[in-house]
């Protein structure tokens, strides 16, 4: 008796909400695409950040002089200081038009998980902001009389340190999202975090330089970004959730 | 074809549904339920709450009190996800990217209606014409009724319409009026709130009304 009626609700159900639920994984695919179509649609903005970490790159052989020891000896780490400046202002507006014309209410409203978004917009923000910084990279090394045999060590200390930060950056960008003008509150949070990061990375980048071995470094690097992969979504995902109840 | 419907819970209801704002109370306790076919209005002066209660009711918002039932069984938050839509004040689409764009992923996000694509459901609403148009070019009218489209292509058998007559012209109203009855008729259910300027097409729409 009470199948039967189990059964019938079941039927209203499927006549009322028919339709194909969009699983997890084809959301966060149709996430990336957008995400990577509003970035190409505004390329030109993408190209600034670029052109500023070249500049602050080419200050500092006039601020220093032009002695090619000096330079080398620090370049790997005045270039892992810029690329994280370069990052911050990117990562303030990470989810700040997206709460102003209500696609975060989509987000929260969409049965999907929301961590699993976040960690997505994770991934296009890196992929449009930090990944570009680190191709231009050769380039500003160049710049600085950066040791060949330091580069390799380079790209892959900030392979490793950039999308740390950016999910470091996604909880403070969701926190801060409500709040307007909230640009140098994020640097103020952000850079206190980012301090283990930047010594990781600049351990195994001096480390490269006096040729010690540097994966230990790395390592203690590629721990903390899992980490940060499993951790940091869900404190992404309870801090959007603030900012859109606010 | 029509199973009888006196063993079926309402599809939504409310039970001593409240809600405070820093503990300055918004609405509440409210009772009511909506069954398949049926629609609500909800009337209330501006500041009555009828917003907040769209979104308490969506699970934007956590209830102060009360509980919320799905085909009678309770719903958090995350479970009632997808079948709730919400057309609210905010758009929920990037000005930047086209109306196709937007709409398809929507489409991603939440999955789409059987036998609806993004094309068909701009059609629905005329406004197939702007299909590959920035959404920012379009007037404040046709943006709703990009929202409009959005309701016809996501699956979700709640509709909670926020003020959705506001900037719509007099064919506009009429469209709203055919995508309620059109969604009533295949077995969903609106909640529609006004504050009371446009006459509602279903005489026999019932109506709770807040206020203080």
Known sequence: MSSTAQSMTDDRIARGATGARAGAAGACMALLRRDLVLAWRRRGELFLPLLYALIVTALFPFALGPDPQLLGRIAGGVLLVIVVLTMLPALDSMFRTDLEDGTLEQWLLAPQPLALLAL??????????????????????????????????????????????????????????????????????????????????????????????????????????????????????????????? | MNPPTATIAPLFSAHRLAFSRNDEPVFGPLDFSVGRGETLLIEGDNGSGKTTLLRVLAGMLPASAGDIFFDGTPAGRDSRNGR?????????????????????????????????????????????????????????????????????????????????????????????????????????????????????????????????
């Open chain 1, 120 to 246: 997505t917009r994770v991934i296009a923000h890196w992929l449009t902001t930090a990944l570009p910084l680190i191709v231009v990279m050769p380039l500003l090394g160049a710049l600085l009389d950066l040791p060949a045999k330091v580069l390799p060590v380079l790209v892959l200390a900030l392979l490793l340190a950039t999308p740390l930060l950016v999910l470091l950056g996604s909880v403070l960008s969701a926190l801060a999202a409500g709040t307007r003008r909230s640009g140098i509150l994020l640097a103020l949070m952000l850079l206190p975090l980012a301090v283990p990061v930047v010594i990781f990375a600049a351990g195994a980048i001096a480390a490269a330089q006096s040729g010690m071995p540097f994966i230990a470094p790395l390592t203690w690097l590629a721990a903390a970004l899992i980490l940060a992969i499993v951790l940091a979504p869900l404190a992404c995902a309870a801090a959007l959730r603030i900012a859109v109840e606010s």
């Open chain 2, 84 to 212: 709730a839509l919400l057309l609210g004040h905010r758009s929920g689409m990037n000005e930047s990217l086209s109306v196709r764009e937007n709409l398809e992923f929507l489409a991603g996000l939440y999955g789409s209606r059987d036998g609806m694509t993004a094309v068909a459901a701009t059609e629905h609403v005329d406004i197939a014409g702007w299909l590959d148009e920035p959404l920012r070019t379009l007037s404040a009218g046709q943006k709703k009724r990009v929202a409009l489209a959005r309701l016809l292509l996501l699956p979700g058998d709640l509709w909670l319409l926020d003020e959705p007559y506001a900037n719509l012209d007099r064919h506009g109203i009429e469209l709203v009026n055919t995508l309620i009855a059109g969604h009533c008729a295949r077995g969903g259910a609106a909640l529609v709130t006004s504050h009371g300027a446009v006459r509602f097409a279903d005489p026999r729409a019932r109506h709770i009304r807040l206020g203080a």
